[in-house]
């Protein structure tokens, strides 16, 4: 069973790059980059959610 209750899909910004994506947030903080993960393509970890 899966459930997407806990976490939220919207738009992360990368500061390594400035590049911006579709992620996943979870509620411990953490945040996946859709398809790249919990680091940017660049290597970059500094994901921040845009509102
Ligand atoms: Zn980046």
Redesign the pocket.
Known sequence: MTTDEEIRKGLAI?D????AGPAHFFPDGRVHLIGTGPT?????SDLRPIE
């Not at 390594?16 to 590049?19: D, E, I, K, L, T």
């Open positions: 990368c390594g790059c400035g590049s940017c393509s660049c290597g970059s």
